[in-house]
């Protein structure tokens, strides 16, 4: 199996290997820039910023970021984040979180893969803080008939980042830079306003500037500005005020020179250029305007670049300044090549190519980069990077970086591959000689690229195919690829020349060496080989075995060699050169020998094949398209078979081609070629093969073919200032070349070749691409297509140049007055046809058709077309802007016409309310003071702020300006209210101002809860619950609810209320009512309350809670005897407060009072009835009952009454129990009798009834009376030889009884011994005295006896035998009981009498075990093992909870189980018991440590628990788990997520009733929180933090950032409290103190256990038969409650798993263990188990089924202790001490063993004490 495996992982390698060993970088890719970062970024702190950073590859390249230094650019929370598609986020920041590494510096994007890694080019990255600024407006010059120029003043700190957007002249009119004004207002590009010839009227005029920051976009408006305007009317000379000395722009942008002069009357302006020898003046074309203080340039080129001078000359003189206009030209940086591939060992040369418009550029600042790394020494101007011996560190990716000192950078990259390279051995296995048997492995390891295969040979042929050769191959991280051949375990055959082979398809290498293992010479078997002619033979004797004497060869016979050609090597190989077919070709033998002679001989055979030989052929020269041809490819020589095929380029000849291919024989095929075209030029490849080799021979056809059209030219027409391509491809053989040509005129005319320069590009594929075109490139073209094949191929074609619609001015203005007539013009210029649209803000098309208030005339103009729109009546909704769009077949402009109309007022600003209050609320606001028409007054309109609902508005007038406030009344408490104000003057209304929303203030709630019902659901409870006032009743959000209850049937009108938090949404609600009385009838009402008051009383409702069973016992319990067998009893009804619930009737439950030793059976009975009396027959005799009374009603029984004791009437008693007659002499008997067994009353006294019998005859009858005391007579005086008879009776007051049995005795003079006393069974305490009597006749002997042991006088401390024969033992011990005989002797007989000493001590501990316990109640059983002789009275059970105070509880001696119930949660109680009969108190049971089940709370999921709102939290108080004990408060504190580490904790509550939910207000919207909660419980505390996000204002989802911010801190539940932490350390450290302290304890009293504990351990020892088997008997009971189900009574012992309980102990005792000793510590025999019984168990020995506990008793302990619960025992533990346990006791009670292997799978503890 193991050899199976392995051949197929070496199968799976060789797999791999053949895969691997193809071209590995055929499917790779370098990375590549898809989206590189600009160089300069800049943003603001408010908006944050972000670099995009793409790129592409295979495998898909990862993008990083680092910083200029090369660190790692890494996340910081809040700050700057690095996302997964590579964008680098900077966050919005506040001013005092900048930090200069961060926002002010340089980023690098970097890209990588598997190949290598780029960088990109450096990003300057520039953060600004928004500051607030203004701007002011400085008037440079203003007079009468001059120019005017107005500034825009700007603070320094913001003047590079703000911009002039546009003036504002007042009120309304908007005035947008423009390259050439409207005549009057002219807003030049760099922010200043001219407003030329002004006159008097333009000084009442205001002015604004309106300024933006291109980063925040806020817009600035300065304050309004007049023009003074100077009445000197006096010539100014011009005087330059503002110009730009320095202009830089990148290329194919637009330039704009300015030069502002001032002067009076406005000057003229000249613009010269000063870049040739001297200044020409700048005259306008296609690319050239002159706008008098504007020079604008469009599409610049490096030719515009220089010095500009601008002149301003008026009749008072002139003014100058000079300009410089600098043209960023863009340069391309490329590497040649950009893929390079090179052979390991060999040189690999980069140059780095920079151009700009297609020219090279001087010398430039290189950076050489590898994978992102500067390379050493590479800050040099050359532009070639030479890499010598190329090694694998060298491939990757390489970077050409150029830095310009105007500091922008460039970069290109390239790829560095691998070529091939022959493979070269790392690794060989050398030669080695061994014995047979061990195992041998060989190694060889190469490296090449692609990555070289290894294949093994043997004496060169393949390795033999067994299981002791095992192959294998694998390929390291670096390529090499490692190979092995295993030997598991070499033999005799397997010696040899081994040798590897690494090849690939660069090369070849074999390493060879020898394995050498001793034995005798064996040849493997020789394949067949088949030898090429010519070519030279190599053959090696595979022959194994060591050491080797001597090798050779034979043919036919004959030793070799025989011929010069053949040589027989050193190592034994034959070889022979050249070979030939003829002579050596046939059967070759290989013979080896060792020196001891062995020898061993194989033959071979050898065949020998001629390869082809192709004769050289060709096609012929000049061959054109339409041709044909021919050739023929010959073999010359060649064994057959031999196969002739042609390919074309390296392929199959493919079928369209039309090529015929014939055979002329078997050495000859022909092709030939009918028709010639340009498809069959190539290589034609004639293959000839055979087995011995395949052959090759390569020809070239050549047909030439004359240029054609591929894409033929065609006429164009071109938008100003647009891009065309003008395409023209052809293709012939050889390739034609392209070359376009321009007419200097007309189209018949001269045409010059075009050349490549700025904005004219000559494409590789011959198109010709030209950019900006103006109207100087308009002309006809000439493309020339020529390959020398006939006189080539041209076509001409136009280009035309159109114009699009433009006009003059980009705006004007147009001011109106409402009603009157507004005439809007515009002029525009541009080839027709032009189609002129009035819009209206520029969406709506103006119809006259569709408005009848306007009119639309349009003229032709010489330039283009004068249009006019007209609009009557003109009114405030006609202000705005118009605009005039021009349209033709090129393009579209537009010019904005501004329409201003008198408008009415403005509406109000800044509305706010000044006073709110539940029923009203008082708004003001402020007038805008630029309006254009008076106000007379102001609506003001509101209406009830309704998502769902949208009212009237309402109304009321304010007429009584300038008083801007108003007081809206009647109003509804907490309500939202929408407020607007309307200023309303002689021009009409102004718009609604912006709407106000006011809640008022809340009151009382108005209105009731709803559908208030109550349900019971135990006689302790009821539920209420109800539904929310109506929404217009509330007043203000519901806090909870006030519910109120009371006793229907009393008399008191107050309520008891209890507060119920509420949902603030106005659900509904429920309250548990509990602790109520039973079966009592309650009056509900519930009241709302906000967080002013409380509301309205509900309408009361009833319910009544459900029936339970009494809690008192009937009352007035009598007892009266009727007879002697019949007693009546009758009571009184429990109190009816009590009675809860309907009475179905009483049950009386009556025993005898009996003070038997062991009762032989359960007495108690009861008996039900309805009536309040009833009559008890059939009783014993003049018995004392113990009499109770219960109640019952539908739920069970309820209180019983204490016990009742009454006696039954005397009656004539029984017959006395035995009787003895003997002889004490010859002339006396002596009579002696034992009293009743049953007296039925008060003996009074005995009648012995005498009779003489002779025979069969009477002779006498005689009867004596005798007092009770006396129970024996001697008669005397009597006749001898005669025979008496002897009979008693016993007599009460009631009268005489029946008679004893007859005893008859004949009178004798021989008295033999005979004992008078009586036998039988004797119980007396302990520690008193007894006397046995022992009184007999005829003077006989007596001796004593015990369990048959004699007694002699002081052989017992305690015994005295008397000289009347009596024995009396004093001070009695349990040991002291037994069996004790007395015998007598005379000679002339014997007798003997047996008393059974019974001595009552007090019982032993009871058996106590728990069998199931939930989160309030324990239910235990246990057994009485041994009732000290004297039946149980009652039992005491102690429990106290752990620290807590000590209780006890009286049960009866009936009870066997018992359930203590009303405890605590989660808690662990301290349990024992003892049990009592007449003697005395037995010790008490081991003590249990029983826990109830329940825990401290859990910890809910955040997403359950809290549901945040925009300014609130609903906390779902509900979702908290409490696992199993009832939650009692809620602890709950939050506090804002701020970078302050003390930021303080708000409480909300620190004694939060349990409820559904509460909402925790006062939250600010979009703002972490952290909440934190503690819940309460009986059995603990869970404490838990949250994290969670508010809404925004609006509603909506928080912003991504402060999520991300919330997830980082997810709930974290704490356990580190130290408020727990010390308290449990408190705890552990106690119950290890209890502990110690219980260990001594137990060890004191095993030193001081009670003499009688002794006593009856020896006792049990030396017990007489019958008492011995009845403890054994009652021992084996006992064990049946552990291991089997007892077959006395229904008891049910846990047998299996599931009746385990596991909050329940109990103790099990050693077999042989003393049952009334303490029971001792220790593991030798205390074991506590936990069972689960699903039964109720009966009682057993001296229990029987349980009645009602009897009374409860509290213990106080001195000091109170602060509760605390004891942690559970760790599950492990648990495991060690329960197979501990199990081991322990298996010797002891073997079947126990069977009952512990059931638990495994329950919790099961198992502890000692």
């Not at 515009?826 to 819009?839: E, L, R, T, Y």
């Not at 007081?967 to 718009?991: C, D, H, M, Q, W």
């Not at 008859?1304 to 007396?1324: D, E, K, L, M």
Request: proline share 7%; with cysteine.
């Amino acid at each position: 199996m193991w050899i199976s495996s392995r051949f197929f992982v070496i199968f799976l390698l060789l797999h791999l290997d053949t895969t691997c060993s193809e071209p590995f970088e055929a499917h790779l890719r370098g990375p590549g820039f898809v989206m590189e970062p600009p160089g300069r970024v800049e943003f603001s702190n408010s908006s944050g910023g972000w670099l995009d950073c793409s790129a592409s590859g295979s495998p898909q390249p990862t993008v990083d970021w680092v910083h200029a230094d090369g660190s790692a650019v890494t996340e910081i929370h809040g700050v700057r984040r690095v996302l997964r598609n590579g964008t680098l986020v900077l966050m919005p920041f506040a001013a005092a979180a900048y930090h200069q590494d961060v926002h002010n510096t340089i980023y690098r994007c970097i890209a990588s893969n598997s190949v290598g890694r780029i960088v990109s080019r450096d990003v300057q990255v520039r953060a600004v803080v928004a500051q607030a600024y203004k701007v002011d407006v400085e008037v440079l010059s203003a007079s009468r008939g001059c120019t005017a120029i107005l500034r825009c003043v700007v603070p320094t700190f913001v003047k590079e980042l703000v911009r002039v957007v546009s003036w504002v002249h007042e009120p309304a009119i908007y005035i947008y830079p423009s390259l050439q004004g409207d005549g009057k207002f002219h807003l030049l590009p760099t922010g200043e306003l001219l407003i030329h010839n002004l006159q008097e009227s333009d000084e009442s005029q205001s002015f604004r500037c309106r300024s933006m920051h291109r980063l925040t976009r806020q817009v600035v408006v300065s304050s309004p500005t007049r023009l003074r305007i100077n009445s000197h009317r006096g010539i100014i000379s011009p005087s330059v005020v503002e110009h730009t000395a320095h202009v830089q722009v990148s290329q194919d942008e637009g330039a704009v020179l300015l030069c502002v002069a001032q002067g009076c009357p406005s000057p003229e302006y000249s613009w010269f250029t000063h870049n040739g020898a001297g200044p020409l003046p700048v005259l306008s074309g296609p690319r050239v305007r002159l706008l008098g203080p504007i020079l604008a340039i469009e599409a610049v080129t490096g030719e515009d670049s220089g010095v500009y001078k601008c002149t301003a000359g008026n009749v008072g003189g002139e003014a100058s300044a000079e300009l410089r206009l600098t043209v960023a030209t863009p340069i391309q940086v490329e590497i040649s090549p950009n893929v390079l591939s090179v052979h390991m060992g060999g040189t690999a040369e980069f140059r780095c190519l920079v151009t700009s418009n297609g020219s090279p550029v001087g010398m430039q600042n290189i950076l050489w980069y590898k994978d992102g790394r500067q390379l050493p020494s590479s800050g040099r101007v050359e532009d070639t990077l030479v890499v010598p011996r190329v090694s694998r560190e060298n491939r990757g990716m390489y970077q050409c970086v150029v830095r310009r000192p105007e500091g922008d950078t460039f970069q290109a990259t390239a790829e560095l591959q691998l070529g091939d390279a022959p493979p070269v051995l790392l690794y060989s296995f050398i030669e080695q000689t061994l014995q047979p048997g061990p195992a041998v492995s060989l190694k060889c390891s190469a490296a090449g690229n692609p990555t070289p295969q290894i294949s093994w040979t043997l004496d060169g042929f393949p390795l033999p195919s067994n299981g002791r050769f095992m192959i294998g191959q694998y390929i390291t991280v670096h390529g090499d690829v490692i190979s092995h051949v295993n030997i598991s375990h070499v033999m005799v055959e397997d010696g040899g020349e081994y040798a590897c082979n690494a090849e690939n398809r660069a090369g070849r290498v074999q390493h060879a060496a020898r394995l050498n293992i001793y034995g005798l010479p064996y040849i493997r078997l020789i394949p067949k080989v088949t030898a090429v002619s010519g070519e030279t033979l190599n053959l090696k004797c595979p022959v194994a075995g060591y050491p080797i004497e001597e090798i050779h060869w034979e043919r036919g016979g004959r030793e070799l060699p025989d011929d010069i050609r053949q040589r027989v090597q050193p190592d034994g190989s034959l070889t022979i050169s050249p070979v030939q077919k003829n002579s050596d070709s046939g059967v070759y033998t290989c013979w080896a020998r060792n020196k001891q002679g062995h020898s061993a001989r194989r033959s071979g055979e050898v065949t020998v094949i001629v390869p082809p030989s192709i004769e050289p052929f060709a096609f012929q020269e000049g061959l054109a398209e339409g041709m044909r041809t021919r050739t023929v490819c010959g073999v010359s020589r060649g064994d057959p078979p031999l196969k002739l095929i042609w390919l074309k380029d390296g392929d199959p000849l493919p079928d369209l081609l039309g090529a015929n291919v014939t055979m002329l024989d078997q050495y000859s095929s022909l092709l030939s070629i009918p028709s010639l075209s340009a498809t069959h030029s190539g290589e034609y490849t004639c293959v000839a093969k055979n087995p011995a080799a395949e052959i090759k021979y390569t020809a070239l056809l050549q047909v030439k073919v004359p240029p054609r059209w591929i894409v033929e030219p065609v006429d164009a027409n071109v938008e100003r200032n647009r891009h065309i391509m003008l395409h023209c491809q052809a293709q012939g053989v050889p390739t034609p070349s392209i070359v376009w040509k321009k007419a200097t005129g007309s189209k018949s005319g001269e045409y010059e070749e075009v050349r490549e320069r700025p904005f004219t590009k000559l494409l590789g594929n011959g198109s010709l691409l030209l950019q900006h075109v103006k109207e100087d490139r308009e002309g006809f073209y000439l493309c020339q297509a020529n390959n020398g094949i006939g006189t080539g191929i041209g076509k001409v074609i136009q280009l035309k140049v159109n114009s699009s619609p433009y006009f003059s001015s980009t705006s004007r203005s147009v001011m109106v007055k409402k009603g009157d007539t507004a005439l809007l013009q515009c002029a525009v210029s541009g080839d027709k046809p032009i189609n002129i649209v009035w819009m209206r803000s520029g969406k709506n098309t103006l119809n006259p058709s569709t408005n009848y208030k306007i009119s639309v005339k349009q003229e032709a103009t010489p330039d283009g077309v004068s249009a006019e729109l007209q609009i009557r009546t003109v009114d405030a909704t006609d202000s705005g802007p118009y605009f005039c769009r021009a349209s033709n077949l090129y393009g579209n402009d537009q010019q904005l016409v501004q329409l201003q109309v008198q408008e009415p007022p403005l509406p109000p600003s800044v509305l706010e309310a000044a006073m709110i209050s539940s029923r009203s609320v008082n708004i003001k606001w402020q007038p805008k003071t630029l309006g254009t028409g008076d106000v007379t007054k102001y609506l003001v309109e509101f209406h009830e702020a309704d998502p769902l609902f949208v009212e009237q508005w309402q109304q009321i007038e304010v007429k009584d300006p300038p008083h801007f406030n108003a007081l809206i009344e009647n109003l509804k408490p907490a309500t939202r209210y929408a407020f607007r104000v309307i200023a309303e003057g002689s021009a009409g209304r102004s718009a609604p101002s912006q709407e106000l929303i006011v809640r008022t203030e809340p009151q009382r709630p108005a209105g009731p809860p709803l559908s208030l019902s109550a349900r019971p659901l135990s006689s302790t409870e009821l539920l209420i619950s109800w539904v929310a006032p109506l929404p217009e009743l509330r007043h203000g959000d519901i806090q909870g609810y006030n519910v109120g209850y009371k006793l229907s049937s009393s008399g008191n009108t107050a309520y008891n209320f209890t507060s119920v938090s509420g949902d603030y949404d106005g659900g509904n609600g429920e309250l548990l009512l509990s602790g109520l009385a039973k079966f009592a009838r309650y009056t509900v009402v519930v009241q709302a309350f906000n967080q002013v008051g409380p509301g309205p009383l509900s309408e009361p409702t009833a319910a009544q809670t459900m029936e339970d069973v009494p809690s008192r016992p009937p009352e007035d319990v009598r007892c009266a005897a009727l007879s002697s067998q019949s007693l009546q009893v009758s009571w009184q009804p429990p109190p009816i407060y009590h009675t809860n619930g309907l009475l179905q009737g009483y049950k009386l439950i009556f025993e005898p009072i009996i003070d038997d030793i062991q009762p032989s059976k359960d007495e108690v009975e009861s008996r039900k009835t309805t009536a309040l009396t009833m009559v008890l027959t059939g009783l014993r005799k003049y018995t004392n009952y113990s009499i109770q009374v219960l109640a019952h009603t539908r739920m069970g029984d309820g209180v019983v009454s204490k016990p009742l004791f009454c006696h039954s009437e005397e009656d004539v008693p029984e017959a006395p129990a035995d009787i003895k007659v003997v002889s004490s002499s010859s002339q006396s008997l002596y009579i002696s009798w034992l009293p009743p067994t049953e007296p039925n009353g008060v003996i009074t006294k005995f009648s012995l009834y005498t009779r003489v019998v002779n025979g069969r005859e009477e002779l006498n009858n005689e009867k004596r009376s005798l007092p009770s005391q006396q129970a024996y007579y001697e008669a005397k005086g009597l006749h001898p030889h005669m025979e008496y008879q002897f009979w008693v009776t016993a007599s009460t007051r009631v009268g005489e009884g029946k008679s004893s049995r007859v005893s008859s005795q004949i009178t004798t003079n021989r008295v033999p011994a005979r004992i008078i006393s009586f036998g039988g069974p004797v119980v007396r305490p302990w520690r008193s005295t007894v006397t046995l009597p022992c009184t007999a006749v005829g003077k006989p002997k007596r001796e004593w006896f015990k369990a048959d042991v004699a007694l002699r006088q002081g052989g017992m401390h305690n015994s005295q035998l008397l000289d009347s024969g009596d024995l009396i033992i004093s001070s009695l011990q349990l040991a002291d009981g037994g069996n004790y005989s007395c015998q007598v002797d005379n000679g002339i007989g014997t007798d003997r009498l047996t008393h059974t000493l019974m001595v009552q001590v007090p019982p032993t501990a009871p058996v106590l075990y728990v069998t199931s316990a939930t989160s309030s109640s324990i239910l235990m059983h246990w057994k009485c093992d041994f009732t000290g002789n004297a039946p149980i009275t009652g039992y005491t059970l102690f429990y106290r909870r752990t620290n807590g105070n000590a209780e006890e509880m009286q049960l009866s001696r009936h009870a066997s189980s018992h359930e203590l119930k009303g405890l605590v949660c989660g808690s662990t109680y301290q349990i024992h018991l003892s049990a009592q009969n007449k003697v005395g108190t037995s010790p008490t049971s081991t003590m249990l440590h029983v826990r109830t089940q329940g825990q401290s709370p859990g910890h809910p999921a955040s997403t359950a628990l809290l549901a945040p709102n925009s300014t609130s939290l609903l906390v779902r108080l509900h979702s908290w788990p409490d696992n199993g004990c009832p939650l009692l408060y809620f602890v709950l504190q939050y506090k804002a997520v701020t970078e302050d580490p003390d930021a303080e904790w708000v409480l909300v509550s620190n004694a939060l009733k349990p409820q559904r939910r509460i909402v925790v207000n006062n939250l600010k919207p979009s703002t972490l929180y952290q909440l934190r909660m503690e819940a309460h419980n009986v059995a603990g505390i869970s404490q838990a933090d949250f994290s969670f996000v508010t809404l925004t204002k609006d509603g909506d989802p928080p912003p991504p950032e402060i999520v991300h911010r919330g997830h980082r801190g997810q709930t974290t539940v704490i356990f580190a409290n130290m408020n727990l932490l010390i308290p449990s350390i408190a705890a552990v450290s106690g119950l290890f103190c209890t502990i110690i302290m219980v260990i001594v304890c137990y060890r004191h009293m095993l030193k001081n256990a009670p003499p009688h504990a002794e006593q009856a351990n020896h006792i049990q020892k030396e017990s007489l038969e019958n008492r011995a088997n009845s403890e054994a008997a009652q021992r084996e009971r006992y064990y049946a409650t552990i291991h089997k189900v007892s077959m006395q009574n229904n008891d049910k012992i846990p047998e299996t798993s599931e009746d385990i309980s596991p909050y329940a102990t109990f103790q099990l005792s050693e077999a042989g263990g003393n049952m009334s000793q303490p029971h001792h510590g220790g593991p030798a025999n205390t074991l506590l188990h936990s069972f689960m019984y699903h039964e109720r168990a009966l009682a057993e020995g001296c229990s029987s089924p349980p009645p009602a506990a009897s009374k409860n008793r509290r213990r106080h302990s001195r000091k109170t202790e602060p509760e605390s619960e004891e942690s559970e025992s760790d599950q492990d533990q648990l495991t060690s001490s329960r197979t501990e346990s199990s081991n322990q006791h298996e010797g002891k009670i073997k079947h126990n063993s069977r009952l512990i292997q059931h638990f495994p799978n329950h919790n099961i503890s198992i502890t000692y004490l």
